[in-house]
């Protein structure tokens, strides 16, 4: 299966794993040509934190997800690597609960692969999904991808 779209879902919590998200998202996309959708989850307390924090005009007129998605620094960081990887994106933002709005931009995307990162949380090393992963896993119109965060 060729690959065309990837849909790469970041929020607050992935901040620390960047560059390894970067990096297997590069790794899947570059040998395929596929563009890479930036996608930044926010809850609504979330998105309201980042309007203020990031000073936008919400005096004008709504303020898209998109917009404030594409100054958050998580995915300013990632549209970097990304072109100094050359491989083309989009970005797209979502405000909701995470697993939903993930699917939900996987569906808009039309996306073929859906890549979402993670943590190792039990001591003994076994990664364990967290209640978004595993709900974009069990209900994402695409395979899904989960990155673990490094153990370093």
Partial sequence: MALETVLLAVGPGDADRIDRLAEETIDIAGPSDATVVLGHIFTDEEYAESLDRLGFDTTSGDVSPDDVASRHATIRELISQLDEASVDHAVGGAVGSHGDSIVGLAEEAD?????????????????VFGST????????????????????
């Fill in 111 to 127: 996306a073929d692969l859906v890549i979402v990162g993670g943590r190792q949380r039990s001591p003994t090393g076994k990664a």
């Fill in 133 to 152: 992963a595993q709900e974009v896993m069990l209900s994402a119109p695409c395979p899904v991808t989960f990155v673990r965060a490094d153990t370093s």
